[in-house]
Nanobody, 114 residues
Framework: QVQLRESGGGLVQAGGSLRLSCVVS????????MVWYRQAPGKQRELVAR???????NYADSVKDRFAISRDNAKNTVYLQMNSLQPEDTAVYYC????????WGQGTQVTVSS
């Protein structure tokens, strides 16, 4: 019943910005915690940012002060604003939530060139 679809990835130069979006189907969006993960080649999946239904957020140390997660409950959408991007941010970024089980988006590629 729950489907997630990401968009907004692409190629950007170091120091640039991107904004990722994830649209969530269904009527439960406002009740769930939304999470962005990423996985770089040869690396383990990493939790990047999380936003609770209350609006509270937390971030991985590696992206603090550069990334910002937000949500628009009227649009069933969660965003990840990524600023000051660096090559080490290159990864596939995934949207995630748990509602009985874990749901994942298809992933969107972010590539940061030096």
């Amino acid at each position: 019943q729950v489907q997630l679809r990401e968009s907004g990835g692409g190629l950007v130069q170091a120091g640039g910005s991107l904004r990722l979006s994830c649209v969530v189907s269904g009527s439960i969006f406002s009740l769930v915690t939304m999470v962005w993960y990423r996985q770089a080649p040869g690396k383990q999946r990493e939790l990047v940012a999380r936003i609770f239904s209350s609006g509270s957020t937390n971030y991985a140390d590696s992206v603090k002060d550069r990334f910002a997660i937000s949500r628009d409950n009227a649009k069933n959408t969660v965003y990840l604003q990524m600023n000051s991007l660096q090559p080490e941010d290159t990864a596939v970024y995934y949207c995630n939530c748990r509602y009985g089980r874990e749901y994942w988006g298809q992933g969107t590629q972010v590539t940061v060139s030096s």
